[in-house]
């Protein structure tokens, strides 16, 4: 159980592009909006289970939170570097719009500790939204480590009408540090009771 002066969000895999991306990306932004009050003493943003699908609805949902600022890249072996934000209410690749909500919220104190639950569910885009997270100022991430795909795919068709989905590039955080395997909780925790605790008590302390 979360006690009342802790903002819960809670996001999982989704799939889903165009009207139904963007309705995702506002249901988050909705859930945000719904618990933040002045006497919070921070987030709890629970990524635990989420196996991926469309990372950018749910960048641009947690945009709020995230704050507007360079959230990670795509880094590829040609040297080439891919930039995600979130900015005026959209997740961008390159400063292209991907996912925007209509009515962006802004948080009531926007500089809010922010503690991240993970799990080794957390895959693929669940990834990239947990390593956009890396590199924000007062935040921390509990659980045990991810999947191991943080990686971007690419697919190419072949003659016979088949696709081959390749990996073309590697997640990095905003500093541009690389991943491509697990990506590691600041704490690591056993079982999910533990997990909300060691986050709450985090979140608590002075």
């Known amino acids: 159980t979360v006690p009342l002066n802790v903002g819960y969000v809670r996001v999982g895999s989704f799939g889903g592009s165009g009207s139904a991306a963007t ?3 506002e249901s988050i932004q909705q859930a ?3 618990q933040d009050r002045a006497d ?3 987030w709890i943003v629970d ?3 989420n196996g991926g699908g469309n990372m950018w609805p749910m960048i641009a949902g947690l945009g709020p939170i995230l704050g507007e600022t360079l959230l990670g890249h795509f880094v590829h072996p040609t040297g080439t570097i891919d930039a995600w934000r979130y900015q005026n209410g959209a997740s961008t690749l390159n400063g292209i719009d991907l996912v925007r909500v209509a009515a962006p919220y802004t948080l009531i104190n926007p500089g809010s500790r922010v ?5 080794n569910g957390v895959a693929s885009s669940g990834e990239a939204t947990f390593i956009a997270f890396r590199g924000r100022p007062a ?3 509990f659980g045990a480590s991810t ?5 971007a795919n690419q697919g190419f068709g072949l003659s016979n009408g088949a696709t081959l989905i390749l990996t073309t590039s590697l997640m990095a955080d905003r500093a541009l540090t690389q991943y491509g395997n697990a990506v590691v909780p600041d704490e690591a925790t056993v079982g999910p009771a533990e997990t ?8 608590s302390t002075p």
Do not use: Y
Request: aromatic residues 6%; contains cysteine; proline residues 0%.
């Open 196 to 203: 909300v605790q060691k986050a709450l008590v985090w979140l």
């Open 47 to 49: 990524l635990r289970g």
């Open 32 to 34: 945000i909006r719904a």
């Open 23 to 25: 309705a995702f990306a």
């Open 115 to 119: 503690a991240v639950l993970v799990d």
């Open 40 to 42: 919070l003493i921070g």
């Open 139 to 141: 935040t921390r991430s």
């Open 147 to 151: 999947c191991g795909a943080s990686t």
